[in-house]
């Protein structure tokens, strides 16, 4: 089938779909709301695959600009993996053929991003687009894609700290008007789930090694006594010793960056995964249970972009934090079967799949979610859409379903 047939089938099934939702009284709604958020994503993912076939390129749509257009991206930017991934998903949740090639071609076009190596989140590019692609329609190519990708993320750990450096500090960058020398942030959690698959697939255990070294001084580094954690650690490369515990994209160093708790809780829980230490689970656990009981948490679950920032109520909240956490907390769940865990991701996608945070069809420049933060400090995407929060949206409606 050609891509303008597919465009076609998409198309249609995205307008019947959205004529399903859009017919649908308040009591259907609560009656099954997951059907109802997955018909949804359903027909606005739709809408932007027409976007995409009709210019006639891969468009990889990441947020909306000041402007109010559709930011695009090319294969380099840390967050090119997530519309590919999210296709996946959609697949997965729907079960829709059409989608498969769609999502083969979006994926294969950023392969180029396993030689990355100025920059830690080849796990992010690589894994949510090629790792979702081996799972759900293996090529003995996505593979390689991954090993290569995972060779390249190792060149960035550092022997004297026993980290992988996730930002380099050149000469005229922000991050060196910081003063800093090997700065690691604690969203690098995330690129570990790369490496742990490339070990499982070559049966190099190399890769594991870095990713639990890696994970280990993370535990010991980022850290408060409250559970809480730093967003960035800055080690020495000579000495491997601590040089600042600070942050980027909080309101404070000693604040509560939302989005950097979540990739906190998902980061040692996929490490749990992959090497039942209790450790992991403890702080996955413990994270997640600061930020439940925090006093400023909203009773919808979705947090402020910083849960120390000075205007509460006020100030924006971060729908993709929301949306991390709740994908985190299915998985936990299945580790300790506390259904308190369960029940508060189901309350956290409740709360996204309302006209508060779900945007109307066609709007939003097509993502499914409203109301992420990227980074306030940088005056970058405040309260706009966000493409990881529908990709973790997504995941953590498949994750759901997988309990039933």
């Not at 090694?209 to 954690?229: M, N, Y």
């Not at 080690?235 to 960056?257: F, I, M």
Request: proline share 4%; with cysteine.
């Amino acid at each position: 089938m050609d891509s303008m047939h597919i465009m076609k089938k998409i198309g249609m099934v995205a307008i019947a779909i959205g004529m399903l939702v859009a017919g649908c009284t308040s009591s259907e709604k609560g009656s099954d709301w997951t059907e109802q958020a997955i018909a949804n994503a359903r027909a606005q993912i739709g809408l932007e695959i027409d976007t995409i076939e009709a210019s006639g390129q891969f468009l990889n749509p990441v947020t909306l600009t000041k402007e109010g257009g559709v930011y695009y991206c090319n294969y380099a930017d840390w967050r090119s993996g997530f519309f590919p991934g999210s296709v996946w998903y959609l697949y997965e949740l729907t079960g829709d053929t059409a989608l498969i090639p769609l999502a083969r071609k979006y994926t294969e076009a950023i392969s180029e991003a396993q030689n990355l190596t100025w920059h830690h989140d080849i796990g992010f590019i690589i894994n949510c687009s090629f790792g979702n692609a081996l799972r759900l329609a293996p090529k003995s190519a996505y593979q390689e894609v991954l090993l290569q990708a995972a060779k390249s993320l190792c060149t960035r750990f550092r022997e004297q700290p026993q980290v992988i450096q996730s930002w380099d500090v050149s000469d005229n960058s922000w991050q060196a008007q910081r003063g800093w020398e090997c700065p690691v942030i604690i969203d690098n959690m995330m690129n570990l789930e790369l490496l742990f698959k490339a070990t499982r697939l070559s049966g190099d255990s190399t890769y594991y090694h870095i990713a639990v070294t890696h994970a280990d001084r993370t535990l010991k580094e980022h850290f408060r006594p409250d559970g809480s954690c730093y967003h960035v650690v800055d080690y020495s490369l000579t000495d491997g010793s601590v040089r600042h515990r600070q942050t980027a994209q909080g309101y404070a160093d000693e604040s509560v960056w939302s989005r950097g708790h979540a990739w906190a809780i998902y980061g040692y829980t996929l490490c749990y995964r992959e090497t039942k230490d209790p450790k992991y689970l403890s702080r996955a656990l413990e994270t997640f249970d600061f930020l439940r009981h925090h006093p400023r948490m909203p009773e919808d679950g979705v947090p402020y972009w910083d849960m120390d920032a000075p205007n509460i109520p006020n100030e924006p909240r971060d729908v993709s934090s929301a949306a991390i956490i709740a994908s985190a907390l299915y998985e936990l769940y299945t580790y300790t079967h506390d259904e308190s865990l369960r029940t508060y991701a189901d309350h956290i996608l409740q709360s996204l799949a309302t006209p508060a945070y779900t945007a109307p069809l066609g709007k939003n420049g097509r993502f499914i979610l409203m109301h992420s933060v990227g980074s306030i400090p940088h005056n970058s995407e405040i309260d706009v859409p966000l493409n990881y929060a529908d990709y973790y949206y997504l995941e953590a409606l498949v994750r759901k379903l997988n309990l039933r």
